[in-house]
Each structure stands twice: as C-alpha cells, then as structure tokens.
C-alpha cells in the first residue's frame, strides 16, 4: 500500500501522514498473545495488508443539529481546522500500534465535530459510513469531537458495509472540556467478510463526562481498544457495550480505565449474547494510580450463551495502586439462560423458545435501558431483534 499526500493538504497533516507511513513501515503486526490487547486474538498473524487497497476518500453523510459544528476535515471551517490541528492525533497517537500508523498513513475520512463552550444541543450527531460491497479496500475513518467547557454533546456514528472484503482501521478521539459531557455511540452493522481494528479513546479535564455505548451486530472481526484516560479532578467515564453474536463472528473488546486524578469515577457494563458458532471477548483493565484518591470504579462483563458452539471469554484485571478509593470492583459470568427462570415461565403457559426470548431481552435490557435517548433506544432495540416497544418479545436469528 502507499500514502497519497495531496499538494493541498495543510503542512501539519502532511507530517502526519508521512510520519504513519514510517511507523507503519516500522512496526510489526500485533502477533503475540503476550501483548495484552491481543490475549484472545492471533489470527491477525495471518492478516496480509498487500490484498487491500486504502481508499483516498471515505462516504461520510452528516446530520448536525443547530449550535453544533460537524464537518469533514476537507470541508471544514476555519475554526475546525484549527482545532484539528490541535488535537488530532493526540489522544490515540501514530504509534500506538502498526493498524493506528496505517490509518493515520492513509488518512482519508477525518469528521470533526464541535460544541462551544455552555452549548446544550439535545439532538445528536449523526454521523453515517457506509462502505457498500466494497471489496479489497483499506478504509481508515477518523472521528474527532472536541467541547468546550461546560457543554453537552451526543454523536452517533453508524458504521455500514455490504458483503465485499474490506479492512477498516477507525480511530475516534473525544476530548470534553471542563465540566462538559460528549455522550458518544458506535454502531459497528457490518457485512459478513468486514474486519474492523478500531481505537477510541478520552482523556479528560476537570468535572468532564464521556458516556460511551457501542453496539456490535455485524462483521467478521470487529476488535475495538476503548480508553478513558481519567486525567481532570472529578472527571467520569460510562463505558458500554451490546453484542449480538451469530454464524462464526469474533467480537473482541479490550477496554482501559485509567484513573489518574482525583475524585475520578468510571462504570462499564459490557453484555453479549451469543449464538450459533459466534465469539465473545472482553479483556478489560481497571487502573488506579497513585494520584487517584477517592477513585470510584466497576466494571461488569456478563456473556449469554445460546448454543452449544458459541463461546465467551471474560477477563477482567484490577492494577490499584493506592488504598485510598471509596471503591474498585469487578465482575464476569457466562453461561446459559437460567433454568429457574425458564422453568417458571413455561410453568404459566409460555412456550420454550419464547420463554428464551423473554429471558435474553431482558438480560440485554439492563444496558438498552441506560440509553437516554428513547429513538436511539428503539434503534438498538430493533438491531438485537427486540421489539422496541416491548409489546411483543422477539428475538430473531440473524
């Protein structure tokens, strides 16, 4: 693959590029389990980058709601550019790892997005990728959603391919100001043979908020980093995460929540129902350090398992380095649907498979009910095959 670096790009882009196309010259693909994002997975060992082609554009369609500025790097304002300048780049670096050096190499689809400081826009982002039947293509889209103090924000970004083979290397970057909240979701609907890498990842300011929900449904790999660096005084972090596994998909979740300040707070609830031959894993840290007293911090990984051949694997890791926290708390199951439970339900007359369905909506409706936003709710609803209206219980295979 090479780098195309247009005459018209600003000067500070054009080092970027050129410098992912060093490191990803450089570096080696992620190949060892011994890396710890890469405990579960290998198979990018026989990953060949020659098959792929890097797109030199990306189908980006926005929907920016009044007193919010959003816009595509070529397309954006004055103001945009200059805050790309700033922080792009920043919070997930070049070097991270070979799959971020190529997506910053071959930067083609960079949004940005911006709120002025004390805006409050209920209406969110949307932001809509779809790469189509795309096949034998590199796509490397990045997001960047910068606050000022004070603001509330929300950004949907809704990720789409048909069944072509396609390599995706996204890279999202949220940077809330002071006492501002970005309340950000991904929605990763794929085609079959797509292979998504993703990093995403928050370093905060003082009093700041991320609220973070992905949702995976489609795809062949979909293996996404998330990180809140909890860096402000008071700052918080909600991480979650929905996974509809089915045929042979591999859905990978390596998470970090890195306590660096003071008075910091983070909750992560990742659920995954799995079916057919389908792979669920989440691989997560909580990290307290030594400057972060008073932290609070949970994080829950729970696994439905509905066949015989589907899998899980959950591994939560806790690195606390002082004593001074008011909690850090853990947990992991998988396993089947209760059987109490489904006994009870066909004791009143419910058939076997509804009585299941019953049972899977209402494990994955503990995190379908923290979304605020009751159309974005009914979205995620209908894309795990539950009635969004909660009259009738169906959960449809894929």
Known sequence: MTTTITASSPAWLTDLRAHGAEMGAALPLPISRAERPWKYYDAVANLDLALYTASESDPV???????VEAATLLNASDELRALAELHLGKSVPVNRSKFTAL?????????????????????????????????GSLATPHTLIVTGANARISVIE??????????????VELVPGPGSTIRYTVIHRWGENTRVFSEQRTITERDSTVNSLAVAVGGAVVKSHIESSL???????????????YSDQHIDF???????????????????A???EARAVYYGMTRVGLGAKNADANQENRN???????KADSDPVLEILTNDVIRVSHGATAGPVDRDSLFYLQARGIPYEAAEQMLVQAFLGQVIDRIPDIALRDEVAGLLGIEPNGEEVILTQK
């Open 274 to 276: 799995l079916t057919d």
């Open 254 to 272: 390596y998470t970090v929540q890195d306590h660096i300040g003071p008075d910091t707070r983070s909750d992560l609830l990742f659920k995954a």
């Open 304 to 310: 439905l398992i509905l066949s015989d051949g589907a």
């Open 231 to 245: 860096e402000g005084r008071g700052s918080a972090s909600e991480l979650l995460a929905l996974t509809y596994g």
């Open 61 to 67: 369609e926005l929907s920016t709601p009044a007193g």
């Open 103 to 135: 997506h910053y190499s071959h930067l083609a689809g960079a949004v940005v997005v911006s709120a002025a400081a004390n805006t409050e826009q209920p209406e969110a982002v949307r932001i809509t990728r779809d790469y189509g039947d795309a096949d």
């Open 158 to 171: 809704d990720f789409r391919s048909g069944d072509g083979e396609l390599l995706v290397l996204p890279v």
